[in-house]
């Protein structure tokens, strides 16, 4: 699996992991996303809003 690249674009995660069937639920401070799994559950994700993410 290739390593998360350092100092990525906030933007470019958010779209990717929109990709990988997550939906953006809220954003001010921090950027929530969730995706629903095929088993009724749900997964929460929450990152913070910054131009750019670390690994």
């Known amino acids: 699996m290739p390593k998360f690249p350092i ?3 906030n933007r470019r995660v ?11 639920v809220r ?9 629903q799994n095929d088993d009724g559950t749900s997964t929460p994700l929450t990152m913070p809003n910054h131009p750019t993410l670390k690994s």
Do not use: S, Y
Request: proline content about 4%; overall charge neutral; cysteine-free.
């Open 7 to 9: 100092d990525a674009p």
């Open 27 to 35: 954003e001010g401070n921090h950027i929530a996303m969730e995706r």
């Open 14 to 24: 958010v779209k990717t992991l929109q990709t990988l069937g997550f939906r953006l």
